[in-house]
C-alpha cells in the first residue's frame, strides 16, 4: 500500500516597514514602470513587466540571468484587488508544475505602510527558502524606489 496524501505544503510569510503611504507602496506592485526599478538584481535585466491589474487579469515579469543568459518569466493571475490595501494572485515560474499563491497586505500605520508578503503553496522547502532570499532583496529594492 502507497500513501497516497500530498505533502505537506510550505509559506512564506515576511514583512517590511516603509515610511510611505500605502498609495505608494501598492504602486511599486502594480505600475510597470516602478516595477522595473526593483524587479530582478544586479545579476539580471528585467526584459518583460506585463500586468493587467483586474481581478482575472494576469501578470507576466520576466528576468534575463546575466552570467547564465538563461530568461526567468513568471506569471499568474490576479484573484483579489483592494487597491491600495491588498493583492492576492497565483504565482507560477514557466517550466514549473506547481504554481503558488501569492498574498500582500498593505497596512497603513502611523510610521507609514507595514507590507505583509504571505506566498504559500511551496511544494518543497529549497524552493520556499530561494523565494525568502529573493523577496528579501526585493524588499531592499523597493525600499530604496520609495525613498526616490
Request: net charge negative.
Amino acid at each position: 500500500m502507497t500513501d497516497q496524501t500530498k505533502p505537506e505544503m510550505l509559506s512564506l510569510l515576511m514583512s517590511r516597514q516603509y515610511d510611505s503611504p500605502p498609495e505608494r507602496v501598492f504602486r511599486a506592485w502594480t505600475d510597470p514602470e516602478v516595477v522595473k526599478q526593483w524587479w530582478g538584481n544586479e545579476e539580471y535585466r528585467v526584459t518583460m513587466i506585463e500586468i493587467n491589474l483586474q481581478v482575472g487579469g494576469r501578470y507576466r515579469w520576466g528576468l534575463h540571468h546575466l552570467e547564465t543568459q538563461k530568461d526567468h518569466i513568471v506569471s499568474g493571475e490576479y484573484l483579489e484587488i483592494i487597491p491600495n490595501s491588498k493583492i492576492v494572485c497565483t504565482w507560477q515560474w514557466e517550466g514549473m508544475d506547481q504554481a503558488n499563491e501569492l498574498m500582500l497586505d498593505f497596512k497603513p500605520n502611523d510610521s507609514g505602510t507595514e507590507l505583509v508578503l504571505n506566498h504559500v503553496k511551496f511544494v518543497d522547502k529549497a524552493l520556499r527558502d530561494d523565494h525568502e532570499k529573493g523577496w528579501k532583496g526585493c524588499f531592499d529594492r523597493i525600499g530604496n524606489v520609495l525613498k526616490q
